[in-house]
């Protein structure tokens, strides 16, 4: 690239054959899909040189690029090649999930928030706006993927861990607390819900954050029980959805228990794990499904009284 009119300078050179740059694209396609799915639409595949772009981003609270005219430039474009290669220290891979992490946790935060709580948009203009902002997520979830794979951590196990299973409780929170807000408040959603005002704790100290959403969601749990049972088909306010988030909350709560630590701390690729979480679909349940749980429920129920 030129330096100035008179001079100019080689900023990267590698040698390699077909084969290894096929092979080096097949691992890149499968770095960046080792994700569950998630609410955001099909999963987009960044190109190396993108990469530098989204680990650089600042993103504020309110979905909004907080860099001024002049982006942030701590990883180089031209690194995503040598991402791709594989031939990136795994020191420096770490500093820049770090970075990422950092950098995008106000644009998790609030994407998570808004899908979770279901916002609609007012007009063509917000509605382009977050299609760029899921774009952008999109984007980020595959990288976050890659750097995971990267790592040698494959997205069959780490669902397991407590990191991923957390980010989940949170978005079944967030869900859940809707769901009251839409039948008990009449659909007066707070800006910020049960899960999402928990987000940044979760990624700082899990078992405070764990200790403080008990106490945030006893009352929606307990309203929750009494309400699966209303036979409620309204759409928004569906009675059958309150006992498939109790169901959920009971499997992934179980799943938990059995991995969480009083003392625990997450390094940065146990916070990407609870991004990954917060944002990835649940498992699919239909209605019928759901219905079933109620029919199980009430049963039990008859049967304790």
């Not at 099909?42 to 190396?48: A, N, V």
Request: with cysteine.
């Amino acid at each position: 690239r030129k330096m100035d009119k008179a001079r100019s300078k080689v900023i990267f050179a590698r040698k390699c054959s077909p084969e290894q740059l096929i092979e080096a694209a097949e691992n890149w396609e499968t770095g960046c899909s080792n994700i569950p799915p998630n609410d955001l639409g099909e999963r987009i595949t960044p190109f190396p040189l993108q990469v530098a772009r989204v680990v650089n981003n600042v993103w504020k609270q309110n979905g909004e690029l907080a860099q001024g005219k002049a982006a942030v430039d701590r990883m180089k474009y031209y690194q995503g090649i040598e991402l791709l290669l594989d031939i990136m220290q795994e020191s420096m891979v770490y500093n820049y999930l770090h970075i990422l992490l950092a950098n995008s946790s106000g644009l998790m935060n609030y994407l998570g928030n808004w899908i979770h709580g279901g916002s609609k948009c007012k007009n063509k203009v917000d509605e382009k706006s977050l299609e760029k902002i899921k774009q952008e997520t999109g984007l980020l979830l595959s990288i976050l993927g890659l750097f995971l794979y990267k790592n040698n951590k494959r997205k069959e196990n780490y669902m397991d861990n407590t990191a991923y299973l957390l980010g989940q409780v949170l978005k079944i929170s967030d869900e859940l607390h809707t769901l009251y807000c839409n039948v008990v408040r009449n659909k007066d959603i707070p800006p910020q819900l049960a899960g999402s005002a928990l987000f940044v704790t979760a990624g700082e100290m899990p078992s405070q954050a764990i200790a403080q959403l008990s106490l945030r969601m006893n009352p929606y749990i307990t309203w929750a029980k009494q309400y699966r049972f209303k036979n409620i088909d309204k759409k928004g306010e569906e009675s059958w959805k309150a006992a498939w988030y109790l169901n959920l909350y009971e499997t992934t709560a179980n799943k938990l228990k059995l991995v969480m630590m009083d003392s625990i701390r997450f390094n940065d690729y146990d916070k990407a794990q609870l991004f990954i979480g917060y944002l990835s679909s649940f498992p699919k349940r239909e209605h019928s499904i759901a219905t079933t749980i109620d029919k199980n429920n009430m049963e039990e129920s008859s049967n304790e009284e």
